[in-house]
Nanobody, 114 residues
């Protein structure tokens, strides 16, 4: 099992940057897949970015070139650096970890004003 706690959300103007953090309650080195999803009001939860244990990454087309996922195994933390933010990036962002089961954080709100 793992517990995930997101932080770093907030209100930012379009074109700005935020860095989200996801702190895990256990060593993340052995977790096969971690990443970020988001859910905007009235929409389904969607993938933003994931990273495998080996370091392979996957991004939604809408964030490629703007967002970067990274992980610090020593700190048991996964990050999402978000640059050139757009109003359509406004959503609750959830950290995700897949072991045998899937685990979610409680989410952090990101609001991008135009």
């Amino acid at each position: 099992q793992v517990q995930l706690a997101e932080s770093g959300g907030g209100l930012v103007q379009a074109g700005g940057s935020l860095r989200l953090s996801c702190a895990a309650s256990r060593n993340i080195f052995s977790i096969n897949l971690m990443g970020w999803y988001r859910q905007a009001p009235g929409k389904q939860r969607e993938l933003v970015a994931t990273m495998t244990r080996a370091g392979s990454t996957n991004y939604a087309d809408s964030v490629k070139g703007r967002f970067t996922i990274s992980r610090d195994n020593a700190k048991n933390t996964v990050y999402l650096q978000m640059n050139s933010l757009k109003p359509e990036d406004t959503a609750v962002y959830y950290c995700y970890a897949r072991l045998i089961e899937v685990y979610w954080g409680q989410g952090t709100q990101v609001t991008v004003s135009s």
